[in-house]
């Protein structure tokens, strides 16, 4: 069956860094887009970063560009998130996406917590 099984996330002083990996199982994971969403406490789920199926192309929230950093292992099934200058604002919980045509799978998704 498909499966997004996200980790990396954690608690991490505001300056940190941190890298989250969503390992893919179950579909054609070279086929399909993938993107980093994230939901704090009483907000709605927003868009952090995307990347093309090949790994050609990415897109950033403004409020993560020139931090963030998404890259993909199509040989690993693997997505990553690398976050640096991590702020308390970026505290949420982490979700991976695939995505192709109007196909969509969703992780369960990874607490981040920037606190001092």
């Known amino acids: 069956q498909v499966q997004l099984v996200e980790s990396g996330g954690g608690l991490v002083q505001p300056g940190g860094s941190l890298r989250l990996s969503c390992a893919a199982s179950?579909?054609?994971?070279?086929?399909?887009?993938m993107s980093w969403y994230r939901q704090a406490p009483g907000k709605e789920r927003e868009l952090v970063a995307g990347?093309?199926?090949?790994?050609?192309?990415?897109d950033y929230a403004d409020s993560v560009k020139g931090r963030f950093t998404i890259s993909r292992d199509n040989a690993k099934n693997t997505v990553y998130l690398q976050m640096n200058s991590l702020k308390p604002e970026d505290t949420a919980v982490y979700y991976c996406?695939?995505?192709?045509?109007?196909?969509?799978?969703w992780g369960q998704g990874t607490q981040v917590t920037v606190s001092s």
């Open positions: 996406n695939a995505k192709r045509t109007v196909v969509v799978y």
């Open positions: 179950g579909f054609p994971f070279s086929t399909y887009a």
């Open positions: 990347i093309t199926s090949a790994g050609g192309s990415t």
